[in-house]
């Protein structure tokens, strides 16, 4: 996301008004960041990396809103609800069961795309930036998903990993 968007940024900024939407999950608020490891390369968990990529997704949202302020361009994040994907083919045994009966519950794709077309359409949005958003309504991020220090390191991390300057 972060790189994709700098790659973009100055074709968004022409374009005006224009939005950016980052899809993150609920599951932001289990996360946390670990700056030294950010790549899970001394200890991995399938669940916490996950968490924190989509925790990562809410504080560059959050971050990036504020570089943007008066360019035009508003910045969103979302969680799109439980959505019946492939990527439930990486769950166990035990989660897959879990799921199979949670399933009723769950939103088909048509069903979790409808967040993010609020997100990138919705006349009312055109002034918020850097908001969380859930079943088309704002919604409470977690503390860490609003915490401007963490944001700021996560900023300069990925500055420093990608060898460039986003002033």
């Not at 166990?92 to 409808?114: D, V």
């Not at 997100?119 to 002034?127: D, G, I, Q, Y």
């Amino acid at each position: 996301h972060f790189l994709l968007t700098y790659l973009l940024i100055d074709l968004i900024k022409r374009s005006a008004p224009a939005r950016i939407i980052n899809v993150s999950s609920m599951a932001h608020s289990w996360g946390s960041i670990t700056l030294e490891d950010i790549n899970s390369e001394k200890s991995y968990n399938k669940n916490k990396a996950y968490a924190q990529s989509k925790l990562a997704n809410v504080l560059f949202t959050h971050s990036l809103a504020k570089r943007l302020e008066g360019t035009g361009v508003t910045t969103y994040s979302l969680h799109p609800g439980v959505v019946q994907t492939d990527l439930w083919r990486h769950l166990s045994a035990p989660e897959r069961f879990f799921i199979s009966i949670a399933r009723p519950f769950t939103k088909n794709s048509i069903q979790g795309a409808q967040t993010t077309i609020y997100c990138a359409v919705e006349p009312s949005l055109e002034k918020e930036s850097g908001g969380y958003y859930s079943d088309c309504a704002a919604a409470s991020c977690s503390a860490a998903g609003k915490d401007d220090e963490l944001a700021q390191k996560l900023w300069e991390l990925s500055c420093k990993m990608l060898s460039l300057s986003w002033d």
